[in-house]
């Protein structure tokens, strides 16, 4: 290979290779180069000089190639101003290099690139040839560039919204919740925010720009998720999440089973009175039925399951409003307790529920992207700043 090709591949623009050595005690190789730059501008006044007022010899790590550390040895210019009433000394500037960094922008890059590889900054350290707190500090630093180039972009026209924990207060003992907003268009985590309050929600998202183009807002039944979507997104019909509201019985199933068969995990009547009944054989089916007619408020909590199961089945939001509006009217008559519960809820999101049969849109992407969140702050055995964990989930769920 000629050595101006040589040059360009091993080095960084504006560098002229002058010798190298080889490293044996630290796996390295010291490339020896020289700039090829004959003039500059002036950083105070702008004007470009090409006196040379002395060199300077600084050390740049470089990101590492065929398994060896590699360190840049450049003999860099210093020029002085000719200017009028200037007369400042300036050091040249290297394109691929940040004023005052003792590392390259590839070494930044792959400091970005081996830490989602690696399990630990121990590795990365050990890859890379640097220190921890370096690692530390340039992988957050790439990370929030990465984020800044999509900062501005608009909100697209399918929002979901849900909460998982990420830190155990200390102090009090509870957990610390974080909201994750994903966009459904684009398939990825649009914001992360600390909380669940409305308030804080808004504030933390006012800087997107576009709010107007919501048009779907997919959510579990949460009010304050409720009250902030109405508010923040006009334009948006909001959705019920289907998995939240088939599951709403399941706590009363097994409570009164319990009370029933005890709380025996093995016993099969546990898994079959919460599965579905239409993918249960024929047989199951009848000696299920048969088991509760000897208790009456299990069996109707069971069948006021299977009936919800049955709403999500129609075809069409106006049959879904004559499903919903039968299965209240029965449960207006109930004593039990949990089937009152029920009815209330089904009321108060009896909108969000029917907006889901307009277009089928379920909160599963966004549940997805908890269990990558929760994943991330497994590998790194929890987070203690939030802004650092919002950063790498931004990343990482992009």
């Known amino acids: 290979m000629p050595r101006n090709e040589l040059t360009k591949?091993?080095?960084?623009?504006?560098?002229?290779?002058?010798?190298?050595?080889?490293i044996q005690k630290s796996n390295s190789i010291l490339y020896h180069c020289a700039t090829t730059q004959k003039t500059q501008f002036c950083p105070h006044c702008g004007l470009e000089t090409n006196k040379v007022h002395?060199?300077?010899?600084?050390?740049?790590?470089?990101?590492?190639?065929?398994?060896?550390?590699?360190?840049?040895?450049?003999?860099?210019?210093?020029?002085?101003?000719?200017?009028?009433?200037?007369?400042?000394?300036?050091?040249?500037?290297?394109?691929g290099i940040a004023k005052r960094?003792?590392?390259?922008?590839?070494?930044?890059?792959?400091?970005?690139?081996?830490?989602?590889?690696?399990?630990n900054i121990k590795q990365v350290a050990k890859h890379t040839g640097l220190g921890s707190k370096t690692i530390y500090k340039k992988h957050y630093r790439q990370l929030e560039i990465k984020w800044r180039e999509?900062?501005?972009?608009?909100?697209?026209?399918?929002?979901?919204?849900?909460?998982h924990s990420w830190l155990r207060n200390k102090k009090y003992g509870h957990r610390e919740f974080a909201t994750v907003i994903v966009d459904y268009n684009n398939r990825?985590?649009?914001?992360?925010?600390?909380?669940?309050?409305?308030?804080?929600?808004?504030?933390?998202?006012?800087?997107?720009?576009?709010?107007?183009?919501?048009?779907?807002?997919?959510?579990?039944?949460?009010?304050?998720?409720?009250?902030?979507a109405k508010d923040f997104f006009p334009n948006a019909k909001l959705i019920a999440d289907k998995f939240h509201v088939v599951r709403l019985l399941n706590p009363a199933i097994n409570k009164y089973r319990k009370q029933i068969t005890g709380d025996k995990r093995k016993n099969p009547i546990r898994k079959l009175l919460l599965k579905s009944s239409i993918k249960l054989d024929f047989d199951t089916r009848r000696v299920i039925q048969k088991w509760l007619k000897d208790h009456p408020d299990l069996e109707a909590i069971y069948y006021a399951k299977e009936a919800i199961m049955k709403l999500y089945?129609?075809?069409?939001?106006?049959?879904?409003?004559?499903?919903?509006?039968?299965?209240?009217?029965?449960?207006?008559?109930s004593k039990v307790k949990e089937l009152q519960s029920l009815r209330r809820t089904l009321m108060t999101w009896r909108e969000e529920i029917l907006n889901y049969f307009e277009n089928r849109i379920?909160?599963?992407r966004?549940?997805?992207?908890?269990?990558?969140?929760?994943?991330?702050?497994?590998?790194?055995?929890?987070?203690?700043?939030?802004?650092?964990?919002r950063l790498k989930v931004l990343n990482v769920c992009c």
């Open 9 to 22: 591949f091993l080095l960084l623009p504006k560098l002229e290779l002058t010798q190298f050595q080889n």
């Open 54 to 95: 002395d060199r300077r010899v600084v050390k740049i790590k470089d990101a590492p190639q065929t398994g060896r550390n590699k360190i840049l040895k450049i003999t860099k210019k210093r020029f002085r101003c000719v200017g009028l009433g200037c007369k400042k000394v300036f050091t040249e500037s290297i394109q």
């Open 101 to 119: 960094a003792r590392v390259t922008e590839r070494m930044n890059r792959e400091i970005l690139y081996t830490c989602d590889k690696f399990s």
């Open 150 to 163: 999509r900062k501005d972009d608009p909100w697209p026209r399918t929002v979901g919204i849900d909460e």
């Open 188 to 228: 990825r985590v649009k914001e992360l925010i600390p909380g669940r309050v409305a308030g804080q929600l808004a504030h933390s998202l006012a800087y997107i720009p576009g709010r107007e183009r919501v048009r779907n807002v997919v959510m579990d039944l949460s009010k304050p998720y409720k009250s902030f």
């Open 313 to 333: 089945r129609c075809k069409g939001r106006n049959r879904a409003a004559r499903s919903l509006r039968k299965l209240t009217d029965v449960l207006a008559v």
């Open 362 to 364: 379920t909160n599963a």
């Open 366 to 389: 966004t549940e997805g992207y908890n269990n990558v969140c929760k994943q991330l702050q497994k590998r790194a055995y929890g987070y203690r700043n939030f802004n650092n964990y």
